[in-house]
């Protein structure tokens, strides 16, 4: 008898609780694909100052229904207008026109960026409502200083600092639709290609403002041509040949900022950077106000920013810790937009990654252990040999018998089990007289959806965060903050690597003052560019940070004289120009305070266990 069993599991995701837990709750892959397709029916309007926000609706609600809408401003009044369907987009655009310019020509490229005008002005009382326009910056330093100080505790403050921060659901919408307009352009060289989001824009830890990765996407071209194949013919396309893929990289990018810089509304400052390590694109989007670097053949940066936006799901600490540190590190001017010898977000999020996995217990796992919940590929029909009284027994222990190394080993508690991987089994039960007759149950199970080997790199871990569980450690993120810097103020950055991927630190290989290990290229180091004087600074600023949170420890019971307290204390320049004045007497005044961290570690260790006890 042959069962085929096919188990949709879904998942029960939940999507953006409020507006304000913007934690991830969807799969990267799925977040991806809503977004992208959502961003395809999606405009973007650039209108008169004065508008009427009910006639200007009704007006596009002519080629179809509209799903939501937000305005914002940036050089401007502008709309970005989500419709239900496709077809509304390719609707409107047919009653566009291209304006007719005087003396200057207009080049008819016919995109979905549009201007609005208005055929006579509007009757100022009574058809102007005030529109309301949504945030799309960071909040200033002084409110970010009111805000903190108001807050009640210091894991307060760093939630509050995340909520203020992070990037707003419209913020989002303008990325993915800013990339989809990218792709449009895209398109005319390479139909079928996509534009992704990579980095910040979508890892969960990026910040108002921050800049937008984009990667060029023309592995999905290959794919469909690769499902298309059959029989015994096979079809391949007469292409040109180049030397390398760096150079093949090199080309396209060149003939697609070229058609940026000419023909992309809005797109301005365009810049070819084609000689770097990962070849680039850099532009400004006018009407979006991003910064924008597209990149291509940057697949591992996508998986990198898959395995983030995961570590930054799997506790809500993560992301607050990630967005203070960010911060931290801006305010003193350890990071920059600028290119150089300092140490970069992607750095400071893949340490603060580290720390959390050093944690006890540790608040996030190892990569490898990552690479061990992924959904493996089993050999057909060599896994399950059980007596079972039905293919529902046998699924169930099939299924908890999944991530185990025996497969024997079914049931067993401690195995945690992949229900959600489980998409296709196939049961074919039987008498087996030689593992002790009975009925007996065969069970193939093929499934690899989370293999993923990128250029000879495996890049395997598992996607599906739910299958993850969650971290016993209760700390606060007061203590979390206080010990990342006594941790790293104290770091053997001269002879350990940062290492994520076994969640200890390694020997370094090679001698760069900071190596951190590149959790999928594992020969490289991300902070191979930081000099010796950055990583100085970052250790002073460490011992420092961490100083000034243990000192407010001991006056806390004094009355409040009104000081900035807290995160708040740290991210004011006082503790910059104070850093400064260390500097000058630099080396005694940062052993000074390494001695006096030493001293209070072992004190503030006995009370922190006093207080988890
Ligand atoms: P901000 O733009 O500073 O907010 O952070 P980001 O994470 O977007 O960093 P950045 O724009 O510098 O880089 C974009 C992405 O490229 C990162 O998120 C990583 O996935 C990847 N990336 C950046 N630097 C490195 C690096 O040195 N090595 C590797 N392998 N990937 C990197
Ligand atoms: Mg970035």
């Known amino acids: 008898m042959l069962y085929i069993l096919r188990v949709c599991v879904g998942n029960a995701f939940v999507s953006f609780i409020g507006s304000e837990d913007r934690t991830p709750k969807k799969r990267f892959s799925e977040v991806q694909k809503e977004r992208r397709e959502q961003a395809q029916r999606t405009v973007l309007i650039h209108c008169p100052n004065k508008i009427s926000e009910k006639k200007f609706l009704k007006y596009l609600s002519q080629h179809g229904p509209v799903n939501s809408h937000f305005f914002y401003e940036s050089f401007g009044l502008y709309a970005v207008v989500e419709f239900s369907q496709k077809e509304s987009v390719v609707s409107l655009q047919n009653v566009t026109r291209t304006p007719s310019l005087g003396t200057e020509a207009a080049i008819p490229f016919r995109s979905r960026y549009f201007n609005l005008k208005l055929k006579t002005p509007l009757n100022q009382t009574s058809e102007q409502s005030s529109i309301q326009c949504r945030n799309q910056s960071s909040p200033s330093s002084k409110k970010l200083f009111e805000l903190l100080c108001c807050a009640e505790s210091v894991d307060d403050q760093l939630n509050t600092l995340l909520r203020e921060f992070q990037l707003t659901e419209e913020n989002s919408k303008l990325r993915y639709l800013t990339c989809s307009l990218i792709e449009d352009v895209a398109a005319a060289y390479f139909p079928g290609c996509t534009v992704r989001p990579f980095g910040s824009s979508v890892n969960s830890f990026g910040k108002l403002g921050c800049d937008l990765d984009m990667f060029l996407d023309l592995d999905e071209i290959e794919n469909f041509s690769t499902h298309k194949a059959s029989g015994n013919f096979l079809m391949e396309f007469q292409v040109k040949n180049v030397p390398s893929e760096r150079i093949a990289t ?340 940062s052993e000074r305070i390494k001695n006096l961290l030493e001293s209070i570690k072992s004190s503030s260790t006995e009370n922190s266990t006093a207080a988890n006890g």
């Open 250 to 589: 090199q080309k396209i990018l060149s003939v697609i900022g070229e058609c940026l810089d000419h023909f992309g509304p809005g797109c301005v400052g365009v810049q070819k950077i084609l000689n770097a390590r990962c070849p680039l694109v850099r532009f400004s989007h006018q009407a979006s106000g991003f910064q924008c670097d597209l990149t291509t053949n940057n697949r591992i940066a996508l998986k990198s920013s898959e395995l983030l936006y995961i570590y930054g799901a799997l506790d809500s600490r993560v992301r607050a810790l990630v967005f203070s540190i960010r911060c931290w590190a801006r305010a003193h001017s350890l990071t920059s937009s600028i290119p150089g010898a300092w140490i970069t977000n992607f750095s400071l999020t893949v340490m603060v990654i580290f720390f959390l996995q050093r944690r006890s217990p540790p608040i996030l796992p190892t990569l490898d252990y990552l690479k061990t919940l992924a959904d493996r590929e089993l050999q057909p029909f060599a896994l399950l040999h059980i007596s079972v009284p039905s293919p529902e027994v046998a699924l169930s222990s099939c299924l908890l018998s999944l991530p185990g190394e025996r497969p024997h080993d079914h049931g067993r508690e401690d195995t945690p089990s992949p229900k959600a991987c489980l998409v296709n089994a196939t049961f074919s039960v039987g008498k087996r007289p030689e593992i002790g007759g009975g009925s007996q149950c065969s069970v193939t199970v093929r499934h690899a959806e989370d293999k993923c080997i990128i250029e000879g790199h495996n890049c395997t871990f598992v996607r599906d965060f739910n299958r993850i569980k969650p971290s016993g450690n209760a700390e606060t993120l007061e203590l979390l903050l206080k010990e990342f810097f006594e941790y790293f103020g104290n770091f053997a950055f001269n002879k350990n690597s940062i290492n994520i991927r076994q969640g200890r630190e390694q020997n370094k290989p090679e001698s760069s003052p900071l190596h951190i290990q590149n959790p999928f290229e594992t020969s490289l180091n991300v902070s191979k560019n930081v000099s010796q004087s950055q990583l100085q600074k970052f250790i002073d600023l460490a011992r420092e940070s961490a100083w000034i949170l243990h000192q407010e420890d001991r006056d806390r019971l004094s009355p409040s004289n009104n000081q900035p307290w807290g995160l708040a204390a740290l991210l004011l320049p006082s503790v910059a120009n104070s850093t400064s004045l260390a500097k000058k007497k630099k080396k005694p005044a």
